[in-house]
Structures are given as structure tokens and as C-alpha cells.
């Protein structure tokens, strides 16, 4: 069974930084997976993409977080990051990570001003 946790989210000021962490387990590989994805999504708003990594390294961001988010992954340790800088109060959601088919159940950012 696909299980993925995320972590490391909370509240930050406004400039800050978070570092989330999606721990994989059951038949998840990190190592192996053709994409892995975070997203993230607000009340009543469509679930958005902030993040990609495909199996080759590459990696691919949206406009509104290039430069400021970084996906990464520990395939040792079967771990998926996203490292958030210079986050902004739009920036708070309820963040997701996604790897392959599976889903996690999404770990809280609040961006304050």
C-alpha cells in the first residue's frame, strides 16, 4: 500500500523560509518513481502545482514560486523535500505531495504579514 506523510509545515512570518518533507513507504520508491510532485490548495480553490521532479532530475516550477521553491529528494532515506524561501502570506495552503499515484494527506502553511 502507497503511503506518503508530509511534514514540516506551520507558521512563518512573511520572508521565512519552511522546509517540507514527504516520508514514502509501503511500495513508494522515491528512487524509482517517474514523478513526484508537490501541490498545494487553499478552501474552495483547485488544487494547484508548485513543484515537479521526474525520475531523470528534472526539475520544473510554475512562475509564481520559480526561484523561491526547490524540490529535492533523499532516495536513501525515500524522502521527497520542498524547500520554501521568501514565502509571501499567498503563499499559505495546505501542501500535498504527490508521487506517482499517490497522494499525502497535506501539512499546513500559514504565511503571516
Known amino acids: 500500500q502507497v503511503q506518503l506523510v508530509e511534514s514540516g509545515g506551520g507558521l512563518v512570518q512573511a520572508g521565512g523560509s519552511l522546509t517540507l518533507a514527504c516520508a514514502a513507504s509501503?511500495?513508494?520508491?522515491?528512487?524509482?518513481?517517474?514523478?513526484m510532485r508537490w501541490f498545494r490548495q487553499a478552501p474552495g480553490k483547485e488544487r494547484e502545482w508548485v513543484a515537479q521532479?521526474?525520475?531523470?532530475?528534472?526539475?520544473y516550477y510554475p512562475d509564481s514560486v520559480k526561484g523561491r521553491f526547490t524540490i529535492s529528494r533523499d532516495n536513501a532515506n525515500n524522502r521527497l523535500f520542498l524547500r520554501m524561501n521568501s514565502l509571501q502570506p499567498e503563499d499559505t495552503d495546505v501542501y500535498y505531495c504527490?508521487?506517482?499515484?499517490?497522494w499525502g494527506v497535506g501539512t499546513q502553511v500559514t504565511v503571516s504579514s
Open positions: 509501503g511500495r513508494t520508491s522515491i528512487a524509482s518513481a517517474d514523478a
Open positions: 504527490n508521487v506517482d499515484a499517490g
Open positions: 521532479m521526474l525520475l531523470s532530475g528534472s526539475t
